[in-house]
RNA sequence: AGGACUAUAGCUCAGUUGGUUAGAGCGCAUCGUUGACAUCGAUGAGGUCGGCGAUUCGAAUUCGCCUAGUCCUACCA
């Protein structure tokens, strides 16, 4: 074997074996256990956050496949309708100059295809790369001709069932993209602006109490004031109650528009008038349907004033003759232009009373980071409300659990408050809606051309398909049982869904896992006719952070490759890969010197298992995860270590019988011991992994591997080999329980970090009498209860004790690691003496004692430093090696916090209420914590008084 | 405005149903190269568990209030 362990040299070489021997698919044999990957953007390449979900998931996936599940890990990727269509544009811009429009809507959707085609490997690579056991046979594209059946079909089911329709509604526009998006689209941030106090002009001579001709209104938009359609007030408004009815003479436009009455207006806020504008503000449109309020559109698609200004009734008719018109001034004009210019007009016609410093939130497009505009259009929705109830109640009765539980009552206050959903995109690249209209606009939704042609009598009237394509939430919402071939019922849908468990991050739960559970729930069906849901369990993991907690962004230059972190990287190469190709090439200074300060030196290589075991030990139920490259390093030294560890166990088995085709066996207190842990291992890592503890399960398994199996055993397992004396049953007890162990807990751990397991247990299999071509094919080990020996446990902790106790001694007063020292035992009962009869020779070589003696009761010591293992007194004796003050020191210390005990501990017993109150037990344990600190506490004291007496 | 989450060693984090000497890794200090491993070993230092109060015989753990930070939802003309 290699001196140390070099992840590159061994985890492709498995991955391509395991690949290409199909050991990923489902057996087809035991319970069914299946788990979608939530499908990563094709175009784009895994983070951090994706690497730490698929590490989840392909543990879980390897630990269900061990324990003889029927597993399927479904793989796909996801057609990200605005964000690859994004990405395609800026490329096509910057190579050949072009806009999407110059092309032409086909040949756009080509370069899409031709740019997936290239890219779409990265991600299945990295997947590849960090081990992930997914059934590479099945894997899906939300595009692919299957899944698209599975869209039209959901979208005409929802439509025929009544809860999808068409309507012209105020939506979220982005005057970039040119496209609507769902509200869960829009991000509000806290900005600054302005309040700018108009003044509107009462028409009809009317005034106000204080004699005034205008009522004084307050915007933060005033360029909109071009469609204002009322000024609304309190109906209880002392000021303002006698002007209720009246008009307004709309500045600069000239229109008369009502003073109307209504209880949304708050009297406290600026001067208790609000210019309302039903066709650019969400609270106007619902005022507007109350008041029965035209709807005046002045913005075009590009967010600019139009020419003409669009009118309609408040169910959305077009207004045909209508004489509402925009002052020549402003027509074409973008929306913050406009706003300058009618407020300077404002200002010149004396109308501007005031403005004033005002934080507002400004809706901005999750994707161009443009301020949305609110905009009538015609759009596509699903009618949730329907929907939510019973996704709501599944959630409710247990049918659906999320781990951690928290997280229902986030999904709970979504569903229970939930808003319409628009569906429709104004995009070209996504699943184009299967609704087809004729020239007179009246739409049919159907799966196709001819079957609407059909359903309707259409004849061969002119019919047009929707240019509208899907929101990419609509496709990945049936993702579960698309990819299992719905609306089919093949026999995989009958076997693997539902899935058992959904692996995601809380910033999604709304995005997909609500609207998958609405989408499934009405969409599927068991064999009893009832709603299915996708999965049983939702497990919501925390968001990977940088070193400083910030969200790794690519504009923020502090994202991480996690093949970087695999094969590392030198700092040019990170440098360039951070700050080429930037949207804000500005920035690019302050990453380089971020970059700089983080990683001065690059990046090491830390091999995939290391990553993998990393990402595990920080999944505890905390929202933020702080990658911490100091755990990635401790942990590859952990591989490190098994490598070195099985270096041992092979240079001291593989010469010798192992016990594999039998032969007397003896076993050692430490072989009965290792064995026994390794019981209480196997325990600890099943039920964490069930309870979605990956954090523990990873603790216990380091804690295990190195703080009891290389630390203690290995050095233990060395007196025994390295006996002229020890019989063939010892050496072969030894040799066996060495590569027992050792081939149990890789077999143990191989679903957190599946390269160096199979690689290891490769070379151990034969002496450990395994078959079988691949560990991840194994039976995943179970506790023996049997095998659990208490009496082993309690017998080596008291020879950890002794160790301890002498190697306490010889680091405090600065006795040489390596030279032997004699060891005297006194005051032991017998079974200290029986103990120190059987394992003398363990506590000779791990604590290079020269010699170990008993004592008597009343045979005399020679002046000794002093250990405690219990009642028993290790003693080294001081001649020549100890000294005087030091000892002293030490035994100070000691006594001191015995003393503090006793006090403690003592206080606490004297306390009537305590004594009368605790349970028994509890005040046992503390009597006998204080009788063991005070006699503890009397021989040190007596050893303290010996050796201030010389 | 409502709600959620976080606050434990210098750093990153564990801490089950209240009873532990409050733990781990990294970092730090001292010592250590003949037999798996310096990507290592041995020993050690380091915490009034954010603050205040309450419940209790007993609180890192339960409850209330406060402070700091993060996030979500709604809304602010």
Redesign the pocket.
């Known amino acids: 074997m290699e ?4 992840p590159s040299a061994i985890e492709q070489q498995w991955y391509q074996q395991w690949e290409h021997n199909n050991y990923f698919a489902p057996s087809g044999e035991g319970t069914p256990y299946s788990i979608v990957i939530p499908p990563p953007n094709v175009t784009g390449s895994l983070h951090m956050g994706h690497a730490f979900q698929d590490t989840i998931m392909d543990a879980l996936t390897r630990f269900k496949r061990m324990q003889g599940h029927d597993t399927l890990w479904q793989v796909g990727t996801d057609h990200a309708g605005i964000a690859t269509q994004m990405l395609v544009e800026r490329k096509i811009q910057a190579e050949e100059g072009k806009t999407r429009h110059d092309l032409g809507r086909d040949k756009f959707l080509k370069k899409v295809w031709e740019w997936k085609a290239e890219s779409g490997g990265t991600i299945t690579q990295q997947l590849r790369r960090m081990g992930a056991s997914v059934d590479w046979s099945r894997e899906r594209f939300t595009m692919d001709d299957g899944f698209y059946t599975a869209v039209q079909e959901a979208f005409v089911r929802l439509y025929d069932d009544g809860l999808i329709y068409r309507g012209k509604r105020l939506v979220n526009w982005d005057p970039k993209l040119h496209t609507a998006i769902s ?2 689209e829009v991000e ?1 941030i ?1 900005e600054k602006g302005y ?1 700018w106090h108009l003044r509107y002009p009462l028409a009809g001579g009317a005034t106000t109490d204080d004699g005034k001709n205008f009522l004084v ?5 005033p360029e909109t004031m071009l469609g204002d359609a009322a000024v ?1 007030v309190h109906p209880k408004d002392e000021r303002y109650k006698h002007l209720i009815g009246q008009f307004i003479k709309l500045p600069l436009v000239g229109r008369l528009i009502p003073i109307i009455a209504d209880d949304y ?2 009297q ?3 001067t ?4 309302i504008t039903p066709a650019h ?3 106007d449109y619902t005022m507007g349907q109350r008041h029965d309020l035209g709807m005046i559109n002045v913005f075009d698609h590009d967010a600019a004033i139009v020419q003409v200004p669009e009118v309609y009734t408040t169910s959305g008719e077009v207004v045909a003759a209508h004489e509402e018109s925009i002052p020549a001034a402003y027509r074409g004009l973008d929306r913050f232009v406009a706003r300058e210019q009618i407020v300077t007009d404002l200002t010149a016609a004396g109308l501007l009373e005031e403005i004033e410093d ?1 934080g ?2 400004v809706p901005r497009g999750d994707r161009s980071g443009l301020i949305i505009e609110p905009l009538l259009t015609d759009q596509w929705f699903v009618s949730t409300k329907p929907l939510a109830k019973p996704a709501i109640e599944a959630v409710e009765d247990g049918r659906i659990e999320f781990v951690p539980k ?1 997280w229902e ?2 999904y709970f ?2 569903m229970r ?1 939930i ?1 319409d959903w628009c569906i429709s995109r104004q995009l070209w690249w996504g699943h184009r809606i299967p609704a087809w209209h004729d020239d007179d606009g009246a739409f049919y939704v159907g799966r196709s051309e001819a079957e609407v042609r059909l359903k309707h009598k259409l004849g061969d009237i002119n019919l047009k398909q929707d240019e509208d394509v899907l929101d990419t939430w609509f496709s990945s919402g049936l993702w579960t049982f698309g990819t299992l071939g719905w609306p089919n019922s093949t026999e995989a849908l009958a076997k693997y869904h539902p899935t058992d468990v959904l692996v995601t991050g809380f ?1 999604i739960i ?1 995005f997909w896992v609500a609207r998958m559970i609405m989408m499934t729930m009405h969409l599927t069906k068991d064999e009893t006719g009832e709603a299915q849901v996708p999965f049983k369990t939702v497990y919501v993991h925390g968001l990977v952070r940088d ?1 400083d ?1 910030e ?1 790794m962004s690519k504009s923020k230059g502090n994202v991480i490759d996690p093949l970087d972190l695999i094969d590392g990287i030198e700092l040019d190469a990170l440098l360039e890969k951070r700050t080429g190709n930037m949207m804000q090439p500005q920035l690019a200074k302050k990453i380089e010197k971020q970059t700089l300060k983080h990683f001065p030196d690059g990046i090491a290589s830390y091999g995939t298992d290391a990553l993998r075991f990393t990402l595990c030990s ?1 999944a ?7 990658l ?1 490259l ?2 990635i ?2 942990n ?2 952990f ?3 098994i490598w ?2 099985t ?2 166990v092979l ?1 001291n088995c593989e010469a010798g019988d192992c016990g594999q085709t039998g032969g007397e066996v003896e076993l050692s207190l430490a072989d009965r011991w290792i064995r026994s842990r390794l019981q209480k291992a196997e325990q600890k890592v099943t039920e964490s992994m069930g309870v979605y ?1 990956f ?2 399960a990873a ?1 216990a398994l ?2 295990f591997i ?2 009891e199996y ?2 203690w055993y ?2 233990l397992s ?1 007196p025994v080999l ?1 006996d002229d004396n020890a019989t063939e049953a010892q050496l072969r007890g030894t040799r066996r329980t060495l590569v027992g162990v050792l081939e149990a807990v890789l077999r143990l751990a191989h679903p957190l970090m599946p390269y160096i397991t199979e690689e290891i247990w490769q070379k151990l299999k034969g002496l450990a009498g395994k078959g079988g071509a691949s560990i991840m094919l194994q039976p995943y080990p179970v506790a023996d209860a049997g095998l659990i020996d208490e009496t082993a446990e309690v017998d080596l902790n008291w020879v950890r004790g002794v160790i ?1 106790g002498v ?2 001694i ?3 007063m ?1 006795i ?3 030279k032997p020292i004699p060891v005297l035992l006194k005051q032991g009962d017998t079974a200290d003496r029986q103990r120190l009869n059987t394992n003398s020779q363990f506590l000779i070589k791990l604590a290079k004692l020269e010699s170990i003696t008993w004592l008597e009761e009343d045979d005399e010591a020679p002046l000794s430093a002093t250990s405690l293992v219990g009642g028993l007194e290790v003693l080294v004796p001081m001649a020549g090696l100890i000294d005087k003050d030091a000892e002293l020191g030490r035994l100070n ?1 000691e006594l001191g ?1 015995l003393l503090g ?1 006793i006090k403690r501990l003592g206080g606490k017993l004297s ?1 009537e ?2 004594v009368s ?3 028994a037990q ?1 005040i046992d ?1 503390e009597r006998d ?1 204080l009788r063991d600190a005070e006699t503890a506490a009397n021989k040190l004291q007596q050893k303290v008084a010996k050796i201030e007496a010389i």
């Open positions: 001196k140390t362990y070099n509200d869960l509000s806290d309040l209104v307050a915007t933060t938009r609304a207006v708050d406290e806020f600026g208790g008038c609000v210019k503000d969400f609270n005002h507002l939130k928290q009552n986030t206050s979504w408050d808003q910033d709304f070193q907690g969200k920080l505890s139920t905390g929202r933020d995860i702080k911490d100091g755990r390093e401790g590859r030294n591989c490190n270590k070195n560890a270096n041992y240079m503890r954090d523990h603790e380091y804690h190195w703080s290389c630390d290995l050095e060395k390295w301890d190697r306490n010889r680091g405090e600065n040489a690691p390596g210390k916090r005990e306390n209420k305590f109150k605790a349970p509890v344990k914590k």
